[in-house]
């Protein structure tokens, strides 16, 4: 398995995770926007040996401020690090990129998900109420500090 950086030839890869994920994918046309707009976006996909894409991870950049758009593996990629690995692989290429806080919502039902967002150095910072739909269900809003993110690397802290 590799991490790198979402090409626009990906769309389609990254639209069936999104769909195998999601109770309300977004459409391939917005995926592939996404893509067509690297100076506001940053998008990772984690791909196997044969290039099929396994998950993806994506930020949309707003000045010194990243916000996570999605995480989303395939079924049988869960739960075997990748996850923390894509995010990991995202945050750091959005610190270097400038970014000093990184925003997302999460479902306040997914454990797993908030578990690994608070090992990165994310804390809630407030709840928006019945954000998702299908189902419908409340959103934590959380926020991770460049300051926050213990792993991040000596080459990043000599800027501060």
């Given at each position: 398995?590799?991490?790198?950086?979402?090409?626009?030839?990906?769309?389609?890869?990254?639209?069936?995770?999104?769909?195998?994920?999601?109770?309300?994918?977004?459409?391939?046309?917005?995926?592939?926007?996404?893509?067509?707009?690297p100076s506001l976006?940053?998008?990772?996909?984690?791909?196997?040996?044969?290039?099929?894409?396994?998950?993806?991870?994506?930020?949309?950049?707003?000045?010194?401020?990243?916000?996570?758009?999605?995480?989303?593996?395939?079924?049988?990629?869960?739960?075997?690090?990748?996850?923390?690995l894509l995010l990991?692989?995202?945050?750091?290429?959005?610190?270097?990129?400038?970014?000093?806080?990184?925003?997302?919502?999460?479902?306040?039902?997914?454990?797993?998900?908030?578990?690994?967002?608070?090992?990165?150095?994310?804390?809630?910072?407030?709840?928006?109420?019945?954000?998702?739909?299908?189902?419908?269900?409340?959103?934590?809003?959380?926020?991770?500090?460049?300051?926050?993110?213990?792993?991040?690397?000596?080459?990043?802290?000599?800027?501060?």
């Amino acid at each position: 398995m590799i991490v790198r950086k979402a090409e626009g030839a990906d769309a389609q890869g990254i639209f069936d995770v999104e769909t195998e994920s999601f109770s309300v994918p977004w459409s391939l046309q917005a995926i592939s926007r996404e893509l067509a707009n690297p100076s506001l976006t940053m998008y990772y996909v984690l791909a196997d040996e044969d290039g099929t894409i396994a998950g993806y991870a994506g930020l949309w950049r707003v000045l010194d401020e990243g916000q996570i758009t999605n995480i989303a593996l395939r079924k049988q990629y869960r739960r075997q690090g990748y996850g923390e690995l894509l995010l990991r692989v995202l945050m750091e290429a959005a610190w270097e990129d400038g970014c000093s806080d990184i925003f997302l919502e999460v479902r306040v039902s997914n454990i797993g998900a908030l578990h690994l967002y608070r090992k990165l150095g994310y804390q809630v910072l407030s709840v928006r109420k019945n954000y998702y739909s299908e189902p419908e269900e409340d959103a934590y809003v959380m926020d991770c500090k460049r300051e926050n993110y213990q792993w991040i690397t000596n080459s990043y802290k000599k800027d501060e």
